[in-house]
């Protein structure tokens, strides 16, 4: 099955600021995704990202808050934007099918 | 109405006993099934595929009732090192919709 690895594995930025979430399988995958997990809750979809187009994003959710990019089928990047400390989470990159999730990036915002 | 149902529980439940995890679904049309195991500040793993003639993997066994829209995940002989979080995924085309989890925690 896929590998998935993420950097950075955690950050604590300032509020205001932006982070680039990188996600890099070591196979072709189809599809891609990237969820937000909060302490003792469960997944939240956040986007699925289309390689070569425009990612779709789910209700609550918007391009210009976490823009995505999936250059290739390997490798994508979720960038948090203009960050608040209710953006604080783990941001998980997953690909499927089954789902199968990278180690997850824990942000803090103060 | 939810994609996916799954009781948050916590169980509590002390070595050796069996337990089991329900989950609904809603659309009759999903496609896929899956259990994940996810430990505390780790991410989900999958524990198992559903199909559904049902299967065991060891003291696991998982079961689909796709009249009722069910799955269902039987851990026997529970072990200390069962205890996390059990997550719940049904696949219905593209989308993937997962559970909120179930707690277990096994006591010596």
């Known amino acids: 099955s896929a590998v998935i690895s993420q950097k950075p594995s955690r950050d604590i930025c300032q509020r205001g600021t932006s982070l680039t979430i990188q996600c890099q399988v070591d196979?072709?995958?189809?599809?891609m995704f990237w969820y937000r997990q909060q302490p003792g809750q469960s997944l939240t979809l956040i986007a699925t990202a289309n390689q070569g187009s425009e990612a779709t994003y789910e209700s609550g959710f918007v391009i210009d808050k976490f823009p995505i990019s999936r250059p290739n089928l390997t490798f994508s990047t979720l960038t948090v934007s203009n960050m608040s400390p209710e953006d604080s989470s783990i941001y998980l990159c997953?690909?499927?099918?089954?789902?199968?999730f990278g180690p997850g990036t824990r942000l803090l915002v103060l | 109405r939810k994609e996916v149902e799954q009781d948050p529980g916590p169980f509590n439940v002390p070595e050796g006993a069996t337990v089991a995890f329900n989950c609904t679904y809603s659309?009759?049309?999903?496609?896929?099934f899956f259990w994940y195991r996810q430990d505390c500040r780790k991410e989900p793993k999958l524990l198992m595929s559903?199909?559904?003639s049902g299967n065991e993997d060891g003291r696991f066994t998982a079961q689909l009732n796709r009249a009722s829209q069910y799955i269902s995940l039987l851990i026997r002989d529970s072990k200390l090192s069962d205890s996390a979080t059990y997550l719940c995924v049904v696949r219905t085309g593209n989308q993937f919709y997962f559970g909120t989890g179930t707690s277990l925690t096994v006591i010596p």
């Open positions: 196979s072709q995958v189809t599809m």
């Open positions: 659309n009759s049309a999903s496609q896929s």
């Open positions: 559903v199909y559904s």
């Open positions: 997953s690909v499927a099918p089954p789902p199968l």
